[in-house]
């Protein structure tokens, strides 16, 4: 299949989609994610954030569908939307360890 240039519209959407990842603290939550499901209380403590304002992030972090949830009970869960967000995490973070050759 051959590759195409890239459309301005969609070269927008992923750069809007970048840019929305220039945060730490949404990538520490997906850090998080990555590894396993966890609730807002987990990830506030592994944070040190405030409930409130992890619950925030994580209402843009579903926004842009970079992570699900489940509710149990009164919990709800949240986690990596899709095998995507896993492997473009993980490439990023991988890119970033490299040696400089």
């Not at 809007?16 to 998080?32: E, P, T, V």
């Not at 405030?50 to 949830?69: C, D, F, G, I, K």
């Not at 973070?93 to 400089?100: F, G, N, R, S, T």
């Amino acid at each position: 299949m051959p590759h195409e240039l890239l459309a301005i519209e969609k070269a927008q959407r992923m750069a809007d989609f970048f840019s929305f990842l220039g945060d730490a603290n949404r990538l520490r939550i997906l850090s998080f994610l990555s590894n396993k499901e966890l609730c807002v209380s987990d990830l506030a403590t592994l944070l040190e954030m405030s409930e409130s304002a992890v619950s925030h992030q994580l209402r843009n972090l579903r926004a842009m569908r970079l992570v699900t949830y489940r509710k149990q009970g009164r919990n709800v869960f949240y986690s990596l939307h899709d095998n995507h967000i896993f492997h473009l995490y993980h490439a990023v973070a991988e890119h970033l360890d490299e040696k400089d050759e």
